[in-house]
């Protein structure tokens, strides 16, 4: 189903957003700020006070100890002095190795360009959303979508302007679902978005929301129009298939679409 911004539609735009493991919006914020922080130079009250900010639960409860060990060591005593003053390159350690395993995380789940899941974190996060649907008996849709004539970008405006399409791709791709649902970059000008079925959550009002975001999009840049061939695949609970089978699916039916736009516009040429 070709979607552009068609007349009519409008929409927001926001800024790109980092991604870390397959735990929704909240979590890609909380990763942004310690890919940001988390510089020798700052100081461990102030990473540890940004994990506090930003509810970062592991971080924070390394800060919470560290408050409980300063309240049990606050004497004159030399031998605890001595004991305080050790205890900080220790507690720093251990900051460092978490903000490190953090990052090793976020780059084995996260697509570079756009900062949404990569083809391996959208597996992990679509399968436990799987289960989730399997659960509690609910339907849940998945949206093949592919970025129409980006060769042509390529080839027109070079591989940056190309690359610049992608990131407004999935910026209007991001503004369109929920916080809970799963949005990735699987490579090349292939995007999937996974979503549980719920009020206003139908395909056509996921569409519809995709149409005016990409509108939004479309206007801030005249040299050429940004659409998407969108195939859907719905999961029924009662009949499930895998993973897989439900991709091959939404592909298929991509690709019928955008065959069909592609003879159309043969025709008009």
Sequence with gaps: MPL?????????????????????????????????????????????????????????????????????????????????????????SAVKQTLLDRELRYLALTDDLTCLYN??????????????????????????????????????????????ALVRTADALEQTIRSSDILARLGGDEFVVMALEAPGQAKEAILGRLAKNLKKANATEKRYELSLSIGVARFDPKRAVSLGELMAQADQAMYEQKRLRQKCWAVKA
């Excluded at 509690?136 to 070079?158: E, H, P, Q, T």
């Design 119 to 164: 083809r391996r974190g959208f597996y992990a996060a679509a399968t436990q959303l799987l289960k989730v649907a399997l659960r509690n008996a609910r339907g849940l849709l998945l949206l093949f979508c592919d970025v129409d004539n980006l060769k042509k970008i390529n080839d027109s405006y070079g591989h940056r302007e190309g690359d610049q």
């Design 4 to 92: 552009s911004g068609s007349p009519g539609n409008s929409g927001t735009q926001a800024d790109r957003l980092s991604v870390s493991s397959p735990n929704g919006a909240t979590h890609r914020k909380v990763l942004s700020l310690d890919r940001k922080n988390h510089a020798p130079e700052k100081g461990l009250e102030e990473i540890l006070s940004t994990a506090l900010m930003t509810a970062d639960d592991e971080l924070g409860q390394i800060l919470r100890e560290v408050d409980q060990i300063s309240r049990i060591l606050r004497s004159d005593s030399p031998d605890l002095e001595t004991l305080r003053v050790a205890s900080h390159p220790a507690v720093w």
